[in-house]
C-alpha cells in the first residue's frame, strides 16, 4: 500500500513539475521569396561590373545564409528570422554588397538592409516591387525615392521588374559613394552610378 502510494506522488510530481517547466514555442525558418528573387546570390559567385570608358571591378559572394528554424522560451514575440548575404569588404575598387533582411514574426517586424559599398539603405521590408522605403519614424528614409519599372532596357539588355533606387537632392549613400542604384529581379543589382568615377557602372 505505501509502495504504491508512493509510485502515485512520484507520477503526481513528475506531472506537476513538467507542467511547471519553460515553456518551449519553435520559431520558423527564414522563409522570404521576394528576398530570394530580388537578391539571388550564391556562395562563391563572382559578379562583374564594368563602365562605357572600360572600368572593370568583380565582387565575390563570400556569405549566404539563412536561419534554420529554433527553439526559444516563451513564445513567438522572441521569433525572428534572417536572410543575409555578403561580398568580399573589398574588390579593386571598393564595391561592395551586403544585405540582411529580418523578419519577427512575433510582432510582424519586418525590415531589410542594403549596404553598397560604405553606405546603407533601410527599409521597410522587401515586397514584390522591391524594397520598401516608407519606414515610419526614420528620418534617412525621406532622402531616398523609388521608381518600379514592369520591364526596362539596361545596357542594351531588357530586364522584367526593376527598382530605380536614388537620391533627388544630390546627396549620396550616407554621404558616400553612391546616389542611384538599378535592381532587377531574378539578378540583383545591375547597376549603380558612383560619384568617385562619375559614371554608370553596370552588371557584366
Known sequence: MLRTLSIMLIVSATIFCSSCGPKYVQCPAYNNPNFNAWFPYHLGQAIAFTTAAGGADTILIDSVSQTAAFNVVGDVSGCSATGFIRSQHFSSI???????????????????EMQLNQGGIGSGGIVDTGLNLIVPGDPAAQFWHSNFYTTMVFNGKAYDSVQKI????????????????????????????AYYTHMLWFIQ
Open 94 to 112: 571598393r564595391t561592395f554588397i551586403c544585405v540582411q533582411d529580418v523578419r519577427r514574426t512575433g510582432n510582424s517586424v519586418y525590415y531589410t
Open 166 to 193: 536614388y537620391s533627388s537632392d544630390g546627396l549620396t549613400l550616407n554621404h558616400t559613394e553612391i546616389d542611384t542604384i538599378y535592381l532587377a529581379k531574378h539578378y540583383g543589382i545591375i547597376g549603380f552610378d
